[in-house]
T-cell receptor
Framework: DGGITQSPKYLFRKEGQNVTLSCEQNLNHDAMYWYRQDPGQGLRLIYY???????QKGDIAEGYSVSREKKESFPLTVTSAQKNPTAFYLC????????????FGPGTRLTVL | AQSVAQPEDQVNVAEGNPLTVKCTYSVSGNPYLFWYVQYPNRGLQFLLK??????LVKGSYGFEAEFNKSQTSFHLKKPSALVSDSALYFCASRFSAYNNNDMRFGAGTRLTVKP
């Protein structure tokens, strides 16, 4: 899992609550990403950031929010507006925007009770 | 629209036999192609990539993949499978050298290597 850490590993949320997933990297990468993984599906992009203080919506951004105040940190908040938040969430980073491979964290499994 | 397909949900091979995990892509232009492996409840690990150059790409853990432009394929191969290769494999592609939002992942292929 390289130099990317995600916490917590497991997270349980009651309906109506917002929760924040942590993602930290010490690889000095400019770009960071959040993906959602559901069984039998590939990864889907939630948000991405090419540089500090900048981020863009991915394919399924509704009900999620992010911030990028520091190069090494890219936290994801799952809001109560996300209708089906139970999933495995993966954070990734790459050296820069472009055709480089992405390095993934170990993931956070979120379950809504 | 650009897309990646992994036509097999499941691949079963015997230990010591060669393995192939298939991937095809649909794009106009030149894609960047990747293979990742995922073990249970873990993140994805990068195996190899094709950007340009030699069509046969060698990666981690003895894996290799062949880029075939005429067949729009990028199949993952290994000459001799190990039980420890059992995992979920994802093919991915992107089509721009500048954007971060165009990485597309296949649905994944579960590889089971039996002793």
């Amino acid at each position: 899992d390289g130099g990317i850490t995600q916490s917590p590993k497991y997270l349980f949320r009651k309906e109506g609550q917002n929760v924040t997933l942590s993602c930290e990297q010490n690889l000095n990468h400019d770009a960071m990403y959040w993906y959602r993984q559901d069984p039998g599906q590939g990864l889907r992009l939630i948000y991405y950031s090419q540089i500090v203080n900048d981020f863009q919506k991915g394919d399924i951004a509704e009900g999620y929010s992010v911030s990028r105040e520091k190069k090494e940190s890219f936290p994801l908040t799952v809001t109560s507006a996300q209708k089906n938040p139970t999933a495995f969430y993966l954070c990734a980073s790459s050296i820069r925007a472009g055709g480089d491979e992405q390095f993934f964290g170990p993931g956070t499994r979120l379950t809504v009770l | 629209a650009q897309s990646v397909a992994q036509p097999e949900d499941q691949v079963n091979v015997a230990e010591g036999n060669p393995l192939t995990v298939k991937c095809t892509y649909s794009v106009s232009g030149n894609p960047y192609l990747f293979w990742y492996v995922q073990y249970p409840n873990r993140g994805l690990q990068f195996l190899l990539k094709y950007i340009t150059g030699d069509n046969l790409v060698k990666g981690s853990y003895g894996f290799e993949a062949e880029f075939n432009k005429s067949q729009t394929s990028f199949h993952l191969k290994k000459p001799s499978a190990l039980v420890s290769d059992s995992a979920l494999y994802f093919c991915a592609s992107r089509f721009s050298a500048y954007n971060n939002n165009d990485m597309r992942f296949g649905a994944g292929t579960r590889l089971t290597v039996k002793p």
